[in-house]
């Protein structure tokens, strides 16, 4: 049972008390509205602040502390949720009852968090310039690293000229001509704004009750100057579609054919559960009709896959082809989701697609780190659904649903990369 304990105006803890694990998992989120001006200065602030803090002024001195703290660890987490941005840290250590007689975890841990959070390592009035313009090339290398991968590059071009207008077209960790123009004394003045004003979203899955952890977490936050200012609510993604196509041509040893499509069905709707059935149905696993018919039958593809951005009503669809198999390709895309429209859904394609979501859902409570994605994500993107109820939704769509679903989508982009002097 998830509990959820507001610690003071815009700041919540959510959470739950589970036994069963060794180890706890405590995450920090501080929300901000997708924006191009500040997305790259968002992404770099966690690595920056687990640089140095006046206590633990090196990475040295933070692991030390760590390796005391039986092994504990601390991450950077910067999340994109529909028309929201994360910016954070999360942590991960023992349960108390597992330390040796006399030691305690949670209240240590909370304190380097507020000490990393709030006491970092400055020069002037800015943050400390080596940290900075190190992990700056750090940020800049893992952006470029993006267009060596051509089919996240290729995913990521269709989300940005699809969204161009929309904020879910925004780069998660900005671009590299964003992060390089950074400064030390713009990102601390960022940073202060972000600690004032933002909403605060900590989750906590572990073997300590969330009155205890709120308890450990006061002094944290007691130590902030607040005047948080509330965010906009999700919106689904607006823009009609055009049935546009972008073509770009590059160096690469396999095509990208990218398609994007739209529909009024969001993870806040009520037909929810039957859109995440169409799309396993549709694009997700082996089983599904694009892998079995595009790449298994007809062999016009390497690789073939869909996604469903639920917060925004964005469905997806990739595939990795030969240049010159563009066209049949994309029509054979179409066909399949007309196929899904008039209910062309076999029995054993629709109980595939169940019990892969059902299979799915059943890891949430596995581990305290797929209970933070799993519910920290959704309090955010606004899924009222407890995995339980989820799984009863998807248990309870039929063919039906899943052809009225598949009905609402609608193409709206298509991005084509393709080999330089192809046709």
Known sequence: ????LSLAPGITLRGCTDGRFKQSVLSIQFVRTMRREEAAQNALIPAVLLRGCRAYPDLRTITARLDDLYGAGISA???RIGDYQTTGLSCAFINDRFAMAGD????????LLQQLLLEPVCQGDGFCEAFVESEKKNLICSLEAERNDKRAYAGAQLLRTMCREDSFGIPRLGTP????A??????????RKILKESPVEIFYAGGTSLSQVAQALSPLFSEMDRCYVNLPVQTPFRDAPTQALRTEEMEVAQAKLCMGFVTPI????EDFAAMQVFNTLFGSGQSCKLFQTVREKLSLCYSI??????????VTVCAGIDSRDMEKTRDQILRLLQDCRDGRITQEELEAAKLSLISGLQTVHDSPGAMEGYYATAALSGLALSPEAYMQAVEAVTAQAVAAAAGTVQLHT?????EVGSC
Do not use: C, W
């Not at 469903?308 to 009503?313: A, E, F, L, R």
């Not at 298509?414 to 393709?418: D, E, G, I, R, V």
């Open 1 to 4: 049972m998830i509990q959820t």
């Open 77 to 79: 987490l910067v999340r």
């Open 104 to 111: 305690t975890i949670l209240e240590p841990m909370a304190k």
């Open 177 to 180: 001509e964003a992060v390089a």
């Open 182 to 191: 950074i400064d030390p004394v713009s990102l601390m003045a960022h940073y």
């Open 266 to 269: 969001t993870n806040r709707h």
């Open 305 to 314: 896959g869909s996604g469903y951005y639920s917060s925004k009503g964005i």
């Open 414 to 418: 298509t991005y084509f990369l393709k």
